[in-house]
């Protein structure tokens, strides 16, 4: 059975970090990519990565301050968020998707973690 379990969220205040990991179980996949939606608003994309090559993307909403890695042993994928903002509230969730491309719409994507709450507030 193939599943996707995210974990890391929690409460951090403005300028603080947060790693997130979306451990895969069942299979690997060539594309894995994290979304994020908040409340009222469309799942949007952050970041992926092409599992094979390691080549990675980001979405310029959070360049500079986010960066997705994985760890072939442990099948995990990691977000680390550093310098959040109260913005970067939403539900974050894991996707996976059995071709090696790199899609930013969510539209495509195998599988889906059921998401964790990242919530940036003073």
């Known amino acids: 059975q193939v599943q996707l379990v995210e974990s890391g969220g929690g409460l951090v205040q403005p300028g603080g970090s947060l790693r997130l990991s979306c451990a895969a179980s069942g299979r690997t996949f060539s594309t894995y990519a994290w979304f994020r939606q908040a409340p009222g608003k469309e799942r949007d994309f952050v970041s992926a990565i092409m599992w094979s090559v390691g080549s990675t993307y980001v979405a310029d909403s959070v360049k500079g301050r986010f960066t997705i890695s994985r760890d072939n042993a442990k099948n995990t994928v990691y977000l680390q968020m550093n310098s959040l903002k109260p913005e970067d509230t939403a539900v974050y969730y894991c996707?996976?998707?059995?071709?090696?491309?790199?899609?930013?719409?969510?539209?495509?994507?195998?599988?889906w973690g059921r998401g964790t709450q990242v919530t940036v507030s003073s």
């Open positions: 996707a996976a998707d059995h071709l090696l491309r790199v899609r930013t719409f969510p539209m495509g994507y195998d599988y």
